[in-house]
């Protein structure tokens, strides 16, 4: 079955760069996917089909799909970006994927 | 603008049939530009996808679950729903309804409901 490996965890600082990556065999060839939760709340869409940002998500999201890598860039990260992020992929075995999340601590 | 929001139990007993009903508000079920899903989340832990439905009714299910799973669709109430039998422990999740759309070789959520926490007790 499909899997996407994520890293547990991401610290930042106020105003810096996260890079947040999202790693699965040749998932450049697919579309990738971000979700942002923030603790109690639903997930949201930040970044589909790779690059596109959904009508509201802040420029400062953007996201990349290359090899086996997609990364999901916040340029000048601010304290309301902390949250779990989760990449998903669609694989046409496995079905919807879902990278295990990442918490992004800025402080 | 759209919103969903789940109902059912939030307790069910092990080995009986987990039911939630996911009320769509602001659009309709019967657009033919969506498919309407189901994901978990149990504590602590990260998403599942366990299926999603067109309104036509046709259906995907994740393999891993589904033996269990039934997803419907009652386009004259704006709803769909839920069915997980034989439900254990391991069923214990935040389950959440959304908007699924297909894009290139792909399916991915747009809009989630709140979510209803769903415990299975022994």
């Known amino acids: 079955s499909y899997e996407l490996t994520q890293p547990p965890s991401v610290s930042v600082s106020p105003g810096q760069t996260a890079r947040i990556l999202c790693s699965g065999h040749k998932l450049g060839n697919k579309y990738a996917f971000w979700y942002q939760q923030k603790a109690g709340q639903s997930p949201v869409l930040v970044i589909y089909q790779d690059t596109k940002r959904p009508s509201g998500i802040p420029e400062r999201f953007s996201g990349s799909n290359s090899g086996n890598t997609a990364t999901l860039t916040i340029n000048g990260t601010q304290v309301m970006d902390e949250a779990d992020y989760y990449c998903?992929?669609?694989?046409?075995?496995?079905?919807?994927?879902f990278g295990g999340g990442t918490k992004l601590t800025v402080l | 603008q759209l919103q969903l929001q789940e109902s059912g139990p939030c307790l069910v007993k092990s080995s009986e049939t987990l039911s939630l009903t996911c009320t769509a508000s602001g659009g309709s079920i019967s657009s033919n530009s969506f498919y309407w899903g189901w994901l978990r989340q149990p504590p602590g832990k990260g998403l599942e996808w366990i299926g999603h439905i067109y309104y036509s009714g046709s259906t995907y299910c994740n393999p891993s679950l589904k033996s269990r799973v039934i997803i419907s669709v009652d386009t004259s109430k704006n709803q769909f729903s839920l069915k997980l039998s034989s439900v254990t422990a391991a069923d214990t999740a935040v389950y959440y309804c959304?908007?699924?759309?297909?894009?290139?070789?792909?399916?991915?959520?747009?809009?989630w409901g709140k979510g209803t926490t769903v415990t299975v007790s022994s």
């Open positions: 998903q992929a669609w694989d046409s075995n496995t079905g919807g994927v």
């Open positions: 959304a908007r699924v759309l297909r894009g290139s070789y792909s399916y991915y959520m747009d809009v």
